[in-house]
């Protein structure tokens, strides 16, 4: 059978991503932040006694994390793989943090880190896979600039240095998670239409939508956090946000289907192509997207990986 690849699969949508494509057959590689999350999963797939799970430990916010990680998974004894999905992000603090690579923690874990564990197994993967990015609504919002050009006015390279020349758009996008976080989702989708472009994968941008009880919005002022926990079960009942298993069902759907596979190249939401933002289809943003990530991990990657690359 199958192999599907799942990043941050311990939570959310991606726990009951890995149910639903267990429940259907497919063998699971679940990266995981910590034993908690492992046995979340664990539990979860207790109920489907042919589940065959595998487990590598990761850390997003740092690359060296991720390139160990790939090893795990490089060595352990699976077969074809039909996807790798990724899915583990983060929403930023109120407080600007850089991770132990020295860029944004954001940008390092939705962006980078999910690059990084691209760039490692892509070599390993067969010519025909799919690649699944996790997209959000937030990449409409112009990166939080109130009607500007948004990304297009700080370019990738200076967004994600560890040393970025000081202006006053940059202090602002420093001080709000909430255009951190929207130019993070905004890199997602450009990276799924990269891979999609760029190689012989076909690649996904998948926006689960607003999904009830999920841990994502745990940063978020306190206010704003409450508001959402209490608005969630409402917005369920009323069909205006989806619940963990059925979004789980979505990116499942995605990952392995075979109606999916016409939707290559797409921003995919419940189940349909959709038009996303107009600065998702800049191919000179995308592409410095793509170079940016290949030149920060370029030093970064195993030794394996540098002699066995397909893609540049």
């Given at each position: 059978?199958?192999?599907?690849?799942?990043?941050?699969?311990?939570?959310?949508?991606?726990?009951?991503?890995?149910v639903s494509l267990a429940a259907a057959g497919y063998d699971i590689i679940a990266t995981y932040r910590d034993d908690a999350g492992k046995r979340r999963l664990q539990t979860a797939l207790s109920g489907i006694p042919?589940?065959?799970v595998h487990f590598a430990h990761c850390d997003f916010s740092?690359?060296?994390?991720?390139?160990?990680?790939?090893?795990?998974?490089?060595?352990l004894p699976i077969g074809d793989v039909r996807a790798l999905v990724l899915n583990a992000g983060t929403y930023p603090s109120g407080r600007f943090s850089r991770s132990a690579d020295r860029v944004e923690e954001?940008?390092?874990?939705?962006?980078?880190?999910?690059?990084?564990?691209?760039?490692?197994?892509?070599?390993?993967?067969?010519?025909?896979?799919?690649?699944?990015?996790?997209?959000?609504?937030?990449?409409?919002i112009r990166s939080g600039?109130?009607?500007?050009?948004?990304?297009?006015?700080?370019?990738?390279?200076?967004?994600?240095?560890?040393?970025p020349c000081d202006s006053r758009l940059?202090?602002?996008?420093?001080?709000?998670?909430?255009?951190?976080?929207?130019?993070?989702?905004?890199?997602?989708?450009?990276?799924?239409?990269?891979?999609?472009?760029?190689?012989t994968f076909s690649g996904y941008a998948v926006d689960p939508g607003i999904v009830a009880s999920t841990k994502?919005?745990?940063?978020?002022?306190?206010?704003?956090?409450?508001?959402?926990?209490?608005?969630?079960?409402?917005?369920?009942?009323?069909?205006?946000?989806?619940?963990?298993q059925q979004a789980g069902d979505d990116l499942a759907w995605v990952a392995v289907s075979d109606e999916a596979e016409s939707l290559a190249g797409e921003y995919i939401y419940r189940r349909k192509a959709r038009v996303s933002s107009p600065e998702s289809y800049n191919l000179e943003l995308s592409g410095e997207v793509w170079k940016t990530c290949m030149r920060l991990t370029e030093n970064r990657v195993s030794v394996p990986t540098r002699g066995r690359q397909r893609n540049s």
């Open positions: 059978m199958s192999t599907v690849i799942i990043s941050g699969a311990t939570s959310g949508v991606g726990l009951h991503t890995a042919s589940a065959c740092r690359l060296r994390s991720v390139a160990e990680a790939a090893e795990q998974i490089r060595n954001t940008l390092a874990v939705n962006v980078l880190g999910q690059f990084m564990l691209f760039r490692e197994l892509e070599w390993m993967l067969p010519r025909d896979a799919r690649v699944i990015t996790l997209a959000s609504q937030a990449h409409r600039w109130l009607g500007a050009s948004g990304p297009s006015i700080l370019p990738p390279s200076q967004l994600f240095a560890s040393d940059l202090f602002r996008w420093m001080h709000s998670p909430s255009m951190r976080y929207a130019t993070s989702k905004l890199y997602c989708v450009q990276l799924a239409y990269e891979i999609n472009r760029r190689t994502i919005y745990r940063n978020y002022p306190r206010v704003l956090r409450g508001a959402y926990w209490a608005a969630s079960p409402v917005m369920e009942k009323l069909g205006t946000a989806l619940s963990p």
